[in-house]
């Protein structure tokens, strides 16, 4: 554990788990800047009926920043959990209804998802990276012509290839807390996750994108272990960093991590992470069992050894 490390990490989703489970180990300074794009499942359904932030990303995340004691691992299960029923709560996630509670007794989104922090006992903050629920426009090629799809289950489910994205609407308030913790931090770090719906927004946010492109932190890139279907598919971990680099030309990256045992093409990986003017890092940090996850404590030993290096 690196005491006073300031630790941000921009994802959502099953990525943003990955790495805050990993970071939480690293570091006792560490905050999550969530997407708030979702509009599928019980997240699109309480965000449509009650105008709120969809809450099932910022739940994972504060799911991800549990203990590894009873208390941490029984609070994670029931926030987790999703009621199965014939009625209006079948596929409800609980942890996603305590949110939205908390949010109108409290009138304040950053105070509810405190409130729950403490209740979890968990290991960082978790803040939303904009203050208006977002939606995703993306653009996708299929069969030679481009067409605009958007929300994000639309663009993770697509059958074309997404080219770019953009936000609706275009120039959204970020949170303010977010802003502040990313000039504040030592490191930030991007991915790995769904690399257009949950990676990429944070740079289309005009104030969060500001922050991140002038904060004094450093800046690393994890990426995935594999492509994802629908959204990414047929990508190299390179066509990852020159999609980022598409998105965010003037973004300064130091290092770029990624899993040895996907790497096929070393010499293109490292051209690419040398044009944000980074290096590139390979290490074992995947699952030992061969599935395309990240093993926590695999990757939080790698991320200790880069963050204690001198710059």
């Known amino acids: 554990m690196i005491e006073d490390l300031k630790v941000v990490a921009l994802g959502g989703g099953h990525g943003l788990y990955a ?5 939480r180990r690293v570091t006792s300074e560490l905050t999550a800047v969530v997407t708030v794009a979702d509009d599928g ?9 009650l105008g709120v932030l969809p809450p099932g990303d910022l739940r994972m995340a504060l799911a991800a920043l549990c203990g590894d004691d009873e208390w941490g691992r029984t609070w994670s299960e029931v926030v987790q959990h999703r009621f199965r029923s014939e009625g209006d709560l079948h596929g409800h996630a609980v942890g996603n209804l305590l949110i939205v ?11 509810g998802l405190d409130w729950v922090g403490r209740l979890l006992g968990a290991h960082g903050r978790v803040l939303p990276m904009s203050s208006v629920p977002l939606d995703i426009a993306a653009e996708v090629e299929l069969d030679g012509r481009v067409s605009t799809v958007r929300g994000q289950v639309a663009c993770a489910l697509t059958p074309g290839r997404v080219q770019a994205i953009s936000l609706v609407p275009e120039d959204p308030p970020a949170c303010p807390e977010a802003v502040q913790a990313v000039l504040d931090a030592d490191w930030v770090v991007f991915g790995p996750g769904s690399w257009f719906t949950s990676v990429l927004p ?16 450093r800046r690393l890139v994890a990426l995935n272990l594999a492509p994802q279907p629908g959204e990414t598919d047929g990508f190299s971990p390179q066509e ?4 980022l680099r598409r998105h965010a030309p003037s ?5 770029v991590l990624a899993d040895v045992g996907v790497i096929e093409d070393r010499e293109e990986l490292e051209k690419a992470a040398t044009e944000f003017g980074g290096r590139l890092v390979l290490a074992a940090v995947a699952d030992e069992d061969g599935s395309p996850r990240h093993d926590a404590q695999r990757l939080a030993s790698v991320l200790d050894e880069i963050f204690r290096e001198k710059r």
């Open 202 to 217: 944070h740079l289309m946010v005009p104030q969060l994108a500001d922050a991140l492109h002038t904060t004094e932190a």
């Open 101 to 111: 509670a908390l949010w109108e007794k409290l009138g304040d989104t950053v105070a």
């Open 251 to 255: 973004l300064e990256i130091d290092v």
């Open 19 to 23: 790495s805050l489970s990993a970071l």
């Open 240 to 243: 990852h960093l020159e999609v």
């Open 41 to 49: 499942g019980s997240s699109g359904r309480l965000r449509r009926e």
